[in-house]
């Protein structure tokens, strides 16, 4: 099986050459330090979410733009804005591979980004493959790239994220098996360089992770981060054609209580076809942010995987149409993200949080529970616990009005009995001194707007 996978995946090449051919100091309450001391201005990694400076969470939901290749593309952020996208992931290299995007480059996709109001991933796609691909670069040497653009990025942190390489390794086990510590050593040098970035690491086995070397070692390289401010990143491709294996791997990072998104996924592939239903079905169930590959300009026999014909906005492909336009698609379901401001989201979310400060009489802590997506037949819900006295475990309960359900959780164990719901803390969330706080959450169905019932929170 192995050896299969690994001449077959091998095609994903067509994604990427072949497209052309530290301790937190404490803050005051709602501030969030930098290891240096300075006010973060920036994304960051609560709870096994993505959240803005001000705690806000944010699902990306956008798609890739092989800037490196196609550099006179300039209007493409602007299309893919005008599609509903709040996020794109835009191809960089650090001139290993193609020519270099040097720092005047990198500064003019930044600003073009925020000047159509999307997040931006920046990524080196140099790396692609290494250890299989001929010419591929390390991530030390990517990392080397990131130093010498590093003038572009300063003080971007809430607009900006740094995906530190594209699928760093191919298949060849020998190199697999040092993703952890090389990825480990490149997220150390940056932020010995003053980057306090959300850092993105890419899989390996092109992406696709068969080996499960990130699910069994992404604990260790989160926790080898000073600033706690990783986030996973799995490309789906033909490993991924059945319902079963994207659940189970989306489920495990979740229930790890570790962040994760879909940085690359396409509707086929020549190793396989993916399940890109299941894909878009289940990251919105699990509030999972998704980058469809890729907005335009796709060669080596996976043209396919265009969204549009010729970065052309009005024609949409069949993948186009799709991912922007299908049941759990960019239009559905992108909300803009809250660093812009007073910007209308993509979609129609509820007018505000509906928040349930009542609280029943209980002990040891308090609970609030709040809706903060709302949609078709489900919603989503966070529920913060904050300890009342010093605290070794928590238990908070509530009953569900008449047609909601919980349908997915994270960051607690919760069960339910009818309407009657039940959530534990896990092993890393349950001791929290006097006055922290810890959040949970979790999607639900709903017939009906969702509401916000009363809680008990006991210790």
Request: hydrophobic share 40%; charged share 20%.
């Amino acid at each position: 099986m192995v050896q299969r996978l690994s001449v077959a995946l091998v095609a994903l090449i067509g994604i990427a050459a072949l497209a052309f051919a530290w301790a937190v100091p404490a803050a005051p309450p709602g501030v969030h330090l930098t290891a240096s001391g300075e006010a973060d201005t920036g994304f960051r990694i609560e709870n096994g979410r993505l959240v803005d400076a001000a705690g806000n969470d944010f699902v990306m939901r956008g798609v890739n733009h092989a800037h490196t290749w196609y550099p006179q593309e300039t209007g493409s952020l602007a299309d893919i804005k005008d599609l509903g996208a709040n996020t794109v992931r835009v191809v960089l290299s650090s001139g290993d591979r193609w020519t270099e995007n040097g720092t005047a480059d990198v500064s003019a996709v930044v600003a073009e980004c925020k000047a159509r109001r999307l997040i931006c991933v920046l990524e080196v796609h140099d790396t692609t493959g290494y250890g299989e691909q001929a010419g591929a670069a390390t991530l030390d040497q990517a990392v080397d790239y990131w130093l010498r653009v590093q003038d572009a990025l300063h003080g971007e942190e809430d607009h900006v994220l740094v995906n530190i390489g594209n699928e760093p390794y191919g298949n060849d086990q020998a190199t697999v098996a040092d993703w952890a510590s090389d990825t480990s050593a490149a997220i150390a040098r940056l932020r010995d360089a003053g980057f306090h970035h959300t850092l993105v690491a890419d899989a390996p086995n092109w992406g696709q992770d068969w080996s499960h070397t990130m699910r069994d070692d992404a604990a260790s390289v989160f926790a080898a981060d000073p600033e706690a401010n990783t986030l996973f990143s799995i490309h789906m491709y033909g490993v991924y054609a059945q319902e079963s294996t994207v659940v189970s791997y989306l489920e495990h990072f979740v229930d790890a209580g570790l962040p994760l998104i879909v940085g690359e996924f396409g509707h086929d592939h020549s190793d396989g076809n993916p399940d890109e239903d299941a894909i878009l079905s289940h990251t919105r169930r699990l509030g999972l942010g998704y980058l469809g590959w890729s907005w335009s300009g796709n060669g080596g026999g996976v043209e396919y995987l265009d969204l549009v014909e010729d970065f052309d906005a009005d024609r949409l492909t069949p993948w186009g149409e799709r991912l922007f336009n299908g049941p759990d698609g960019i239009a559905e379901t992108s909300v803009e993200a809250p660093v812009y401001g007073d910007g209308e989201p993509t979609e129609e979310p509820t007018e505000e949080p509906t928040e349930e400060p009542t609280q029943e009489p209980g002990g040891g802590c308090e609970a609030e529970y709040v809706i903060v997506q709302e949609w078709s037949g489900g919603f989503r819900a966070d529920v913060t616990v904050t300890a009342t006295e010093d605290l070794t475990g928590w238990t908070v309960r509530w009953t569900h009005a008449p047609g909601q359900h919980v349908v997915h959780a994270w960051n607690a164990e919760v069960t339910a009995d009818g309407a009657d719901v039940t959530a534990a803390h896990l092993s890393y969330n349950g001791t929290l001194a006097s006055g922290q706080s810890t959040t949970f959450g979790f999607t639900g169905s709903s017939e009906g707007s969702p509401q916000a019932p009363a809680l008990t929170c006991e210790s």
